[in-house]
């Protein structure tokens, strides 16, 4: 991936995020007044979700842009990894400000039931709230979906083994958002046909579990990140045709690929470069292929060693 498609990529993330922030701050304000006004256990469970996705949004702001900043003599990997923290305090935020909000509310409910009213504006707010977080996860579906015809894979793998924190937080977020919604519908026209509180308090529990759900994945994937993601079979293999196919290299015996930020590779290989030269512009070419492989290529470092006659050539 060139500079230009890099920026281009972290614009449409950024994009992604801001929209993804106005969707939810209306959202929030909204649900906010119907759970107020109609006194529904759902509704308020969602106004919780809703308010805990607009705060994540900022951190997922500041993961975006921290992570893209140069590296430095203090930072020699950059500043990548930045997302994946950022991501997780968001992972954390929707965890524990919507999921656990949430079920404890409905919990409240079970145990002292309230009757809901005005009915109709929690579904008039429920609707626009549908309207507003599909156009969200419309955005973010078509970045992703991209992003996976790219490297020819699905959408939903693309969610879950992508290395772009930010765009998978917004993803799942607002999937689960709609999902939320619909749970909050039946729960409130189920409040208003029966005159019992309690499936309006069972869909507030079952919008915290899900919240729940969504946010332990997500913190799961910042984890493993953060520990050293190696990369895909794919990425791999893409990236050895790319070293062989340079034109100064004949043989790859080895080849370690790690993420250390979005779209952002640490490469370490040994090669066998083509020819028989003295050490000294051996030492020249090897340090020449690593800043063409950083200027043109998803690398944010690569160290290239020879490697030994006795090394078997891998094979891709």
Do not use: C
Not at 34 to 59: I, K, M, P, R, Y
Not at 223 to 228: A, I, M
Not at 266 to 280: I, R, S
Request: glycine share 6%; hydrophobic share 50%; charged share 20%.
């Amino acid at each position: 991936m060139a500079a230009s498609e890099k920026r281009e990529v972290s614009g449409s993330t950024l994009l992604t995020i801001i929209i993804a922030f106005t969707a939810n701050a209306l959202v929030a304000a909204a649900k906010s007044v119907a759970a107020v006004l109609t006194g529904s256990a759902s509704v308020t469970a969602e106004a919780a979700h809703s308010w805990a996705d607009t705060g994540n949004q900022v951190f997922l702001f500041m993961a975006e842009r921290r992570s893209r900043r140069p590296r430095d003599t203090s930072h020699p990997m950059g500043y990548g990894r930045e997302a994946y923290v950022w991501s997780m305090f968001a992972a954390f935020g929707l965890f524990t400000a919507g999921a656990v909000v949430s079920i404890l509310h409905g919990i409240q409910q079970i145990i002292e039931p309230e009757p809901a009213s005005d009915f109709l504006v929690a579904y008039v707010v429920l609707a626009v709230a549908f309207v507003l977080e599909g156009v969200s996860f419309v955005q973010a579906f078509r970045q992703t979906r991209s992003a996976a015809h790219e490297l020819d894979r699905n959408t939903l793998e693309q969610v879950l083994i992508s290395s772009d924190p930010t765009l998978r937080a917004v993803f799942a977020e607002d999937a689960a958002a709609l999902v939320g919604l619909v749970v909050a519908f039946a729960g409130v026209y189920l409040h208003q046909v029966t005159g019992s509180a309690l499936p309006d308090a069972v869909g507030s529990i079952v919008v915290g579990v899900l919240l729940a759900v969504v946010a332990v994945v997500l913190i799961d994937r910042n984890r493993r990140f953060l520990v050293g993601q190696g990369v895909t079979p794919d990425i791999e293999q893409s990236m050895a045709r790319r070293i062989l196919e340079h034109r100064d290299i004949a043989r790859l015996t080895y080849l370690h690929l790690e993420f250390v930020g979005p779209r952002k590779l640490y490469l370490v290989a040994a090669v066998d470069l083509q020819g028989d030269h003295p050490e000294h512009e051996v030492a020249v070419a090897l340090r020449r292929i690593e800043r063409e492989l950083e200027d043109h290529e998803t690398v944010e470092e690569a160290v290239l060693t020879l490697a030994t006659p006795d090394e078997t050539a891998l094979r891709f």
